[in-house]
C-alpha cells in the first residue's frame, strides 16, 4: 500500500535526504522546506520504500503539495 | 484533590529508530558543544593554587568544603563561569549554587580560597547580590563558606564603591535577617577589612580556630597615615610591624570568642566547622515535602538523554517542545490549559518530585494556515502572537492565585511585528504579561532552550523579572541577543546602502562592515558569552534540566510565605471545565 507524502506548510524544498527506491525508516527526515527563516524536516510516516520523488531541490511548493509516495 | 494530580494525562511518544538514525548527528554536536563549557568550568575549578597545594597547608579547598557540605548529589552549581569584570583571574572568586544540607534546601555560596586567599575582585558583588536575591525569592537560608583576604587592592576603583559595589551584600545580609531568612557563615582563614564585614554580617558564626576576622587586618594595622610617600627608614619601621601582626593579626579567635563572643561556636578541624552547619541546618524552617506534594514523586517517564535528539543544535530547525517537556516532568503528566488557543505557546500544570509546577514553552514550526487569526500572513511558532500572549496572561495570574512556582522555556524570535500586529494590540498585550507577571509575587525559573530575543525574552519570564526569576539557564545551544545579527546589520546600515548607491559608490565597504556586525552579534550571543556576562545564571547539560527543576521546585515548596490549599486551587478546575 502506497501513501502520499505532503507538505504540511508552504515553502521550498532545500533538502532531499531520500532516492527512490531507497528504504526508510519511521521518522528517517527526508525532507526538508524553508518557510518563514525556518527548517521544518518532513519524516517518513512509516518504515518503507520511497515510491517516487516528485519534487526537486530548489521547487516551492504550497501547503498540502505532494511531495512523494512511500510504499 | 487527588483525582486531578495522582495520575494526570499523558504525553510524549517514543522515539522512533527512524529519528535516531537522523539525530546521531545533532546528539554528537551537544555533546561537543557542552564540552567546550565543561573546559571552561574545569578553567574556573583549577584557578589559583593547586588543591594539593592547599590541602598541604591542612585547609580544603572551597570545592572541597561544598562538597563535603551538601547531601550527595544535590549541589546545583550556578554562576560557575560568571565573569563579566573579564578579571585575569577568570573568576569572580566566588563559588554558589543551591543544595540540599541536611535534607533541606539552602543557598550556598563561599570564597575562592586558591586565588588571592579569597579576595574581592571586580564582578564578584554582582554575583553575591544574585545570590542574596535567590535567597530572599525562594526563602531558603543562606550558607556563606567566609575566607575572604579582603579586596585586590590594585583594582579597587572598580569594585568598592558604587551603587551594587562591594559593600551592598552587607545591607542585602541585613535585609534577609529581617524577612527572617537566616544567613549561617562558616569562617576560615584570614579575613581583614571586607573580610571582617562577610564575616560579621552573617547571623550565626561558625568559626574554624585559626581563622580571624577584623575592621582592618595587618597590613592596614602596620601602615601609618599618609606622609607625601616612603622612604627605606620608613620601610624598615613597616617590616617590624608587619612581622608582630603577622604573628599576632587582630580579631583572632581568641579575642572574638573568648572576649566579644561574635563566634558563636569555634572548631578544632575544618570539617568540623562544616558538620557545625549541617547539624544546624537540621533546624532551619522547611515544610515537611508531604505538606504541598500533590502526587507521590514519579520517574520521567523517557529517558534525559532524548533530550539531545529532540532539540535541534542548528537554530533554524523546528522540533516539538511539548516532547521535551514531556522528558522533564514527572511521568510524562500534565494538565494542559487552553489546548488550542494560542498554539505558539504550551500552558500546563505538571509534576517535579510529587510537586505541582506550572509549564510555559515556546512552541515552534507551522502553526496552520487561519493563525494567527488576525493576518492575512501564516503563523510560525518561536514568536507571539495575540491569543498565546492573552493565553498566557490568563495562565501566569492563575498562578499567582494557586500559588504555583511557574517554569519559563524560551525559544523565542520575539513579538510579531508591523501595523496589522499593532492593531492586534501586541505591543499592550506583551506589557501586560510582564504586568502579570509583577503582581503574582511567585518564584519562577526560566530555561533558555535556544534563542531569547527582542522583547519576548523579557516578557516569557526573563531575568529581567528578577523579583520572581530566581535564576535562569541555558544549554549549549543558547544564543540571546536583540535580534539576530544579520537583521541588525540590515537595521544599521540599509540606509546607507541606498546613499552609497545613489551616489555611486563602492558598495563592499558597507558590507563588509555589516558582516563583520553580524559575526560580532554572533559571538557575544554564544552559550559562554551569555553565562560569563550573566544574561544566564549556568549553561547546562541538557541532560540536567531536570536536576535544576527539581533544584529550584524542592527549594521553592520549602518554606514558602504564601499557601493556596489544594482543594481551593482553581486552576486545575479551570482546565477540567
Same mark, same amino acid.
Request: aromatic share 8%; proline share 5%.
Given at each position: 500500500?502506497?501513501?502520499?507524502?505532503?507538505?504540511?506548510?508552504?515553502?521550498?524544498?532545500?533538502?532531499?535526504?531520500?532516492?527512490?527506491?531507497?528504504?526508510?525508516?519511521?521518522?528517517?527526515?527526508?525532507?526538508?522546506?524553508?518557510?518563514?527563516?525556518?527548517?521544518?524536516?518532513?519524516?517518513?510516516?512509516?518504515?518503507?520504500?520511497?515510491?517516487?520523488?516528485?519534487?526537486?531541490?530548489?521547487?516551492?511548493?504550497?501547503?498540502?503539495?505532494?511531495?512523494?509516495?512511500?510504499? | 484533590?487527588?483525582?486531578?494530580?495522582?495520575?494526570?494525562?499523558?504525553?510524549?511518544?517514543?522515539?522512533?529508530?527512524?529519528?535516531?538514525?537522523?539525530?546521531?548527528?545533532?546528539?554528537?554536536?551537544?555533546?561537543?558543544?557542552?564540552?567546550?563549557?565543561?573546559?571552561?568550568?574545569?578553567?574556573?575549578?583549577?584557578?589559583?593554587?593547586?588543591?594539593?597545594?592547599?590541602?598541604?597547608?591542612?585547609?580544603?579547598?572551597?570545592?572541597?568544603?561544598?562538597?563535603?557540605?551538601?547531601?550527595?548529589?544535590?549541589?546545583?552549581?550556578?554562576?560557575?563561569?560568571?565573569?563579566?569584570?573579564?578579571?585575569?583571574?577568570?573568576?569572580?572568586?566566588?563559588?554558589?549554587?543551591?543544595?540540599?544540607?541536611? /535534607?533541606?534546601?539552602?543557598?550556598?555560596?563561599?570564597?575562592?580560597?586558591?586565588?588571592?586567599? &579569597?579576595?574581592?575582585?571586580?564582578?564578584?558583588?554582582?554575583?553575591?547580590?544574585?545570590?542574596?536575591?535567590?535567597?530572599?525569592?525562594?526563602?531558603?537560608?543562606?550558607?556563606?563558606?567566609?575566607?575572604?583576604?579582603?579586596?585586590?587592592?590594585?583594582?579597587?576603583?572598580?569594585?568598592?564603591?558604587?551603587?551594587?559595589?562591594?559593600?551592598?551584600?552587607?545591607?542585602?545580609?541585613?535585609?534577609?535577617?529581617?524577612?527572617?531568612?537566616?544567613?549561617?557563615?562558616?569562617?576560615?582563614?584570614?579575613?581583614?577589612?571586607?573580610?571582617?564585614?562577610?564575616?560579621?554580617?552573617?547571623?550565626?558564626?561558625?568559626?574554624?580556630?585559626?581563622?580571624?576576622?577584623?575592621?582592618?587586618?595587618?597590613?592596614?594595622?602596620?601602615?601609618?597615615?599618609?606622609?607625601?610617600?616612603?622612604?627605606?627608614?620608613?620601610?624598615?619601621?613597616?617590616?617590624?610591624?608587619?612581622?608582630?601582626?603577622?604573628?599576632?593579626?587582630?580579631?583572632?579567635?581568641?579575642?572574638?570568642?573568648?572576649?566579644?563572643?561574635?563566634?558563636?561556636?569555634?572548631?578544632?578541624?575544618?570539617? /568540623?566547622?562544616?558538620?557545625?552547619?549541617?547539624?544546624?541546618?537540621?533546624?532551619?524552617?522547611?515544610?515537611?515535602?508531604?505538606?504541598?506534594?500533590?502526587?507521590?514523586?514519579?520517574?520521567?517517564?523517557?529517558?534525559?538523554?532524548?533530550?539531545?535528539?529532540?532539540?535541534?543544535?542548528?537554530?533554524?530547525?523546528?522540533?516539538?517542545?511539548?516532547?521535551?517537556?514531556?522528558?522533564?516532568?514527572? /511521568?510524562?503528566?500534565?494538565?494542559?490549559? +487552553?489546548?488550542?488557543?494560542?498554539?505558539?505557546?504550551?500552558?500546563?500544570?505538571?509534576?517535579?518530585?510529587?510537586?505541582?509546577?506550572?509549564?510555559?514553552?515556546? +512552541?515552534?514550526?507551522?502553526?496552520? !494556515?487561519?493563525?494567527?487569526?488576525?493576518?492575512?500572513?501564516?503563523?510560525?511558532?518561536?514568536?507571539?502572537?495575540?491569543?498565546?500572549?492573552?493565553?498566557?496572561?490568563?495562565?501566569?495570574?492563575?498562578?499567582?492565585?494557586?500559588?504555583?512556582?511557574?517554569?519559563?522555556?524560551?525559544?523565542?524570535? &520575539?513579538?510579531?511585528?508591523?501595523?496589522?500586529?499593532?492593531?492586534?494590540?501586541?505591543?499592550?498585550?506583551?506589557?501586560?504579561?510582564?504586568?502579570?507577571?509583577?503582581?503574582?509575587?511567585?518564584?519562577?525559573?526560566?530555561?533558555?532552550?535556544?534563542?531569547?530575543?527582542?522583547?519576548?525574552?523579557?516578557?516569557?519570564?526573563?531575568?529581567?523579572?528578577?523579583?520572581?526569576?530566581?535564576?535562569?539557564? &541555558?544549554?549549549?545551544?543558547?544564543?540571546?541577543?536583540?535580534?539576530?545579527?544579520?537583521?541588525?546589520?540590515?537595521?544599521?546600515?540599509?540606509?546607507?546602502?541606498?546613499?552609497?548607491?545613489?551616489?555611486?559608490?563602492?558598495?563592499?565597504?558597507?558590507?563588509?562592515?555589516?558582516?563583520?556586525?553580524?559575526?560580532?552579534? *554572533?559571538?557575544?550571543?554564544?552559550?559562554?558569552?551569555?553565562?560569563?556576562?550573566?544574561?544566564?545564571?549556568?549553561?547546562?547539560?541538557?541532560?540536567?534540566?531536570?536536576?535544576?527543576?527539581?533544584?529550584?521546585? /524542592?527549594?521553592? *515548596?520549602?518554606?514558602? !510565605?504564601?499557601?493556596?490549599?489544594?482543594?481551593?486551587?482553581?486552576?486545575?478546575?479551570?482546565?477540567?471545565?
Amino acid at each position: 500500500m502506497s501513501e502520499d507524502i505532503v507538505a504540511p506548510l508552504a515553502g521550498k524544498i532545500i533538502a532531499i535526504n531520500i532516492e527512490a527506491g531507497q528504504k526508510v525508516e519511521e521518522d528517517e527526515e527526508i525532507f526538508i522546506i524553508e518557510a518563514m527563516k525556518m527548517e521544518t524536516s518532513i519524516y517518513a510516516p512509516c518504515d518503507g520504500t520511497i515510491k517516487a520523488i516528485k519534487v526537486k531541490k530548489g521547487d516551492s511548493v504550497e501547503e498540502d503539495a505532494i511531495l512523494g509516495t512511500i510504499e | 484533590m487527588r483525582p486531578y494530580f495522582e495520575q494526570m494525562n499523558t504525553f510524549g511518544t517514543e522515539i522512533k529508530k527512524g529519528a535516531i538514525k537522523r539525530t546521531e548527528e545533532n546528539v554528537e554536536a551537544f555533546l561537543d558543544a557542552e564540552s567546550q563549557i565543561d573546559a571552561e568550568v574545569a578553567r574556573v575549578k583549577n584557578a589559583g593554587f593547586s588543591t594539593e597545594k592547599i590541602n598541604a597547608r591542612g585547609e580544603m579547598t572551597v570545592w572541597q568544603r561544598i562538597d563535603y557540605l551538601v547531601d550527595e548529589g544535590s549541589w546545583t552549581p550556578l554562576h560557575t563561569i560568571y565573569n563579566p569584570a573579564n578579571n585575569e583571574e577568570g573568576t569572580t572568586n566566588v563559588i554558589d549554587g543551591l543544595g540540599k544540607i541536611s /535534607g533541606k534546601w539552602a543557598v550556598i555560596i563561599g570564597f575562592d580560597n586558591k586565588v588571592m586567599a &579569597g579576595a574581592w575582585l571586580p564582578g564578584q558583588s554582582d554575583n553575591i547580590l544574585r545570590v542574596t536575591d535567590l535567597a530572599k525569592r525562594l526563602n531558603v537560608p543562606l550558607i556563606w563558606l567566609v575566607n575572604c583576604s579582603g579586596a585586590k587592592l590594585p583594582e579597587q576603583e572598580k569594585f568598592y564603591a558604587n551603587r551594587r559595589g562591594a559593600g551592598t551584600p552587607f545591607f542585602r545580609h541585613a535585609e534577609l535577617e529581617q524577612m527572617g531568612i537566616p544567613v549561617l557563615a562558616g569562617i576560615y582563614g584570614t579575613n581583614p577589612a571586607g573580610g571582617g564585614y562577610q564575616s560579621i554580617s552573617p547571623t550565626v558564626l561558625f568559626a574554624h580556630k585559626n581563622c580571624n576576622i577584623a575592621v582592618g587586618g595587618a597590613g592596614i594595622v602596620s601602615g601609618m597615615a599618609p606622609q607625601g610617600g616612603f622612604t627605606t627608614e620608613m620601610a624598615e619601621v613597616l617590616i617590624e610591624k608587619a612581622k608582630e601582626n603577622r604573628a599576632k593579626p587582630p580579631g583572632s579567635v581568641k579575642t572574638h570568642y573568648d572576649e566579644t563572643g561574635f563566634f558563636r561556636y569555634v572548631f578544632e578541624e575544618e570539617k /568540623g566547622v562544616l558538620d557545625g552547619l549541617k547539624d544546624y541546618m537540621k533546624d532551619m524552617p522547611a515544610y515537611n515535602p508531604k505538606f504541598f506534594r500533590v502526587a507521590e514523586p514519579k520517574e520521567p517517564a523517557f529517558a534525559q538523554e532524548d533530550i539531545l535528539r529532540l532539540l535541534p543544535i542548528e537554530q533554524k530547525k523546528v522540533y516539538e517542545f511539548d516532547e521535551i517537556l514531556a522528558r522533564v516532568v514527572d /511521568g510524562a503528566e500534565h494538565l494542559e490549559f +487552553r489546548a488550542g488557543y494560542g498554539p505558539e505557546i504550551y500552558t500546563g500544570l505538571c509534576k517535579v518530585d510529587g510537586f505541582l509546577v506550572a509549564c510555559i514553552g515556546n +512552541r515552534q514550526g507551522y502553526l496552520g !494556515k487561519d493563525y494567527p487569526e488576525y493576518a492575512d500572513y501564516p503563523g510560525i511558532g518561536g514568536k507571539l502572537y495575540r491569543q498565546g500572549l492573552i493565553k498566557m496572561n490568563e495562565f501566569v495570574t492563575l498562578c499567582g492565585r494557586d500559588r504555583v512556582p511557574i517554569i519559563w522555556f524560551q525559544d523565542t524570535s &520575539g513579538i510579531d511585528v508591523g501595523d496589522i500586529a499593532e492593531k492586534a494590540e501586541l505591543l499592550g498585550l506583551g506589557q501586560s504579561l510582564i504586568y502579570s507577571i509583577q503582581q503574582t509575587d511567585i518564584p519562577m525559573m526560566l530555561v533558555v532552550l535556544r534563542k531569547g530575543s527582542a522583547a519576548a525574552h523579557y516578557v516569557l519570564g526573563g531575568p529581567q523579572a528578577n523579583r520572581h526569576n530566581a535564576f535562569t539557564i &541555558g544549554t549549549a545551544a543558547t544564543e540571546i541577543y536583540v535580534m539576530h545579527g544579520e537583521t541588525a546589520a540590515v537595521a544599521t546600515y540599509a540606509r546607507r546602502l541606498v546613499k552609497e548607491k545613489e551616489s555611486g559608490n563602492d558598495l563592499q565597504p558597507i558590507v563588509d562592515k555589516m558582516n563583520e556586525l553580524a559575526k560580532s552579534y *554572533y559571538d557575544k550571543s554564544r552559550p559562554i558569552f551569555c553565562a560569563k556576562n550573566g544574561l544566564v545564571d549556568e549553561i547546562v547539560k541538557l541532560t540536567d534540566i531536570r536536576k535544576y527543576m527539581q533544584a529550584f521546585v /524542592g527549594s521553592a *515548596y520549602q518554606n514558602p !510565605k504564601s499557601i493556596c490549599p489544594q482543594h481551593q486551587m482553581i486552576l486545575p478546575r479551570i482546565i477540567k471545565g
